[in-house]
Nanobody, 120 residues
Framework: QVQLVESGGGLVQAGGSLRLSCAAS????????MGWYRQAPGKQRELVAG???????NYADSVKARFTISRDNAKNTVYLQMNNVKPEDTAVYYC??????????????WGQGTQVTVSS
């Protein structure tokens, strides 16, 4: 099994910054894609940003130019730098990782979520 542990959430004022981290542990052969999703009250979970092990990233239109995803493959860790945050960024943020665990078994794991609250 692969476990994901997120950290870095909290309360921040609009226009401020926050950095989320997510570390994967367990039987990991390779992590193909790591990403951040979020779910606001009453809404569906949505992709915020994702990044491949080769460094190719993609973003939701709502966060482009404000959020930056990065990863440290040696540490099996993904980060989300959130700048110029807005009240509509308030949500529970979940980390996701897809890859190969005990070869050749694939895994698709989720973190427990971390709350991000942006005050206006």
């Amino acid at each position: 099994q692969v476990q994901l542990v997120e950290s870095g959430g909290g309360l921040v004022q609009a226009g401020g910054s926050l950095r989320l981290s997510c570390a994967a542990s367990g039987r990991i052969f390779r992590i193909n894609v790591m990403g951040w999703y979020r779910q606001a009250p009453g809404k569906q979970r949505e992709l915020v940003a994702g990044i491949t092990n080769g460094g190719i990233s993609n973003y939701a239109d709502s966060v482009k130019a404000r959020f930056t995803i990065s990863r440290d493959n040696a540490k099996n860790t993904v980060y989300l730098q959130m700048n110029n945050v807005k009240p509509e960024d308030t949500a529970v943020y979940y980390c996701n990782a897809v890859g190969v665990g005990s070869y050749p078994q694939y895994f698709d794991s989720w973190g427990q979520g971390t709350q991000v609250t942006v005050s206006s």
